[in-house]
């Protein structure tokens, strides 16, 4: 099999891939070549229990060799079972299960439709935000560049700056259903707002009678030292979108509502064949199981102090985020070269923005793996 003909076969919608895994343990992949490379990246926020772990596979190949699919029309027991998870993580909260982060956005998205009603059909989001590619969570994704060649777009969304919550409360009128924000923003380059927004935004939404959306696709579930990012502030969202680290790799998402919200939608509102799958959803039970038994938000916390103080010693530019959702901004569009010359070195990274390298390793990472990393961005910074 010629591994390095992909691009030919597929979409040109990712740029060409620059290494073939075939392999991974912890924080390490490894390549067609026999090559080890650690991993700042984990398929973007989504390996936090590190690469093949050992309960998330066996959790996997027993779901497997029991049961893999019903459909919605039949329940299971893991559904059942993570869906009890969630509700315990979320303070009670009801799930609908999808395939993907953006779907478990187009859940909040109708969701808040059918709750609200067709003269308050309007969301608040914010600029530089990302939400998903799907046409739904495209509208909601605060980036124009994004958008340009897919017009039209969903209508109904307004967007604000990001961290404003007087910007916020300028556009709250009847009109509005929801606000929905990343608690960090992700894919802007890890664009933490300023202490109290996320409570003032709250309490706005509040006043106003309108909804709470949270995507924390990229910061739920343990990514910045809390099962949710919103518990830094104390803030219970209305709807909370999670997915990424949820599965331990496999594909699901999941939109929680609260009880009385998630009472807006009757049976044949929204579905969808795959979601909520039993395989799906016992690769999550062990996901969360790990995530609680090795401390792994604890390990969160620590190890993203670690990498924080590391790269801020390097004195290459300036370091924000929580937990092990950090960015390295550097005074030069020089990220995605500073990315290639890590990825020589064997050390993967994202350049999220031209300026902003991203670090979302998997949360098992040690501390010698983290003080390579922070050497290997150091030496690629002064190659380039
Ligand atoms: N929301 C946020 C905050 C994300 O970071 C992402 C993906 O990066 C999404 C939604 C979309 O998730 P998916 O790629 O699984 O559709």
Redesign the pocket.
């Known amino acids: 099999m010629q591994l390095g003909a992909l691009d030919d076969l597929v979409m040109p919608t990712y740029k060409p891939r620059p290494v073939t895994f075939v392999s991974g343990h912890g924080a390490t992949l490894v390549a067609a070549t026999g090559d080890a490379y650690l991993d700042m990246v984990a398929g973007?926020?989504v390996a936090s229990t590190g690469h093949a772990h050992p309960k998330i596979a066996e959790a996997i190949a027993n779901q497997a060799s029991r049961l893999v699919h019903t459909s919605n029309l039949y329940g299971t027991e893991p559904q059942l079972a993570l869906a009890e998870r969630l509700a315990a993580i979320s303070g009670g909260m009801l799930s609908f299960f999808a395939?993907?982060?953006?779907?478990?956005?187009e859940c909040a998205l109708k969701l808040t439709r059918k709750w609200a009603g067709p003269d308050r059909s309007t969301i608040v989001a914010t600029q530089g935000?990302?939400?998903?590619?799907?046409f739904g969570?495209l509208a909601a994704t605060g980036q124009p560049g994004k958008q340009a060649a897919f017009q039209p777009m969903v209508p109904g969304f307004v967007h604000v700056p990001y961290g404003d919550a007087d910007a916020i409360a300028a556009v709250l009128d009847s009109g509005v259903a929801a606000v929905l924000l990343?608690p960090i923003?992700?894919?802007a380059g890890v664009i933490v707002p300023p202490a109290g927004y996320l409570t003032a935004v709250r309490n706005l939404c509040d006043e106003a009678g309108a909804l709470l959306i949270l995507?924390?696709?990229?910061?739920g579930l343990g990514r910045t030292g809390y099962w949710l990012a919103a518990e830094h502030e104390g803030v219970k969202a209305d709807i909370v979108?999670l997915?990424?680290a949820l599965g331990g790799g496999l594909?699901i998402?999941a939109c929680l509502a609260q009880p009385p919200i998630a009472a807006a939608f009757a049976p044949g509102d929204h579905g969808t064949t795959f979601g909520g799958g039993p395989v799906q959803c016992a690769a999550a039970l062990a996901t969360l199981d790990v995530i609680e038994d090795e401390s792994l938000l604890e390990r969160s916390t620590v190890g993203g102090d670690r990498l924080a103080s590391g790269l801020d010693a390097l004195g290459m530019g300036s370091v924000r985020g929580r937990g092990l959702m950090v960015a390295l901004e550097l005074d030069e569009p020089v990220a995605g070269k500073v990315a290639a010359a890590a990825l020589e070195r064997r050390v993967l990274v994202n350049d999220a923005t031209p300026t902003a390298l991203r670090f979302v390793p998997p949360l098992v990472i040690t501390d010698e793996e983290i003080d390579r990393a922070v050497a290997v961005v150091g030496e690629s910074i002064d190659a380039i």
Request: charged letters at 25%.
């Open positions: 973007i926020a395939n993907s982060g953006a779907e478990a956005i935000s990302f939400h998903g590619r799907t969570a990343e923003q992700g894919e995507d924390e696709v990229q910061t979108c997915a990424k594909p998402g």
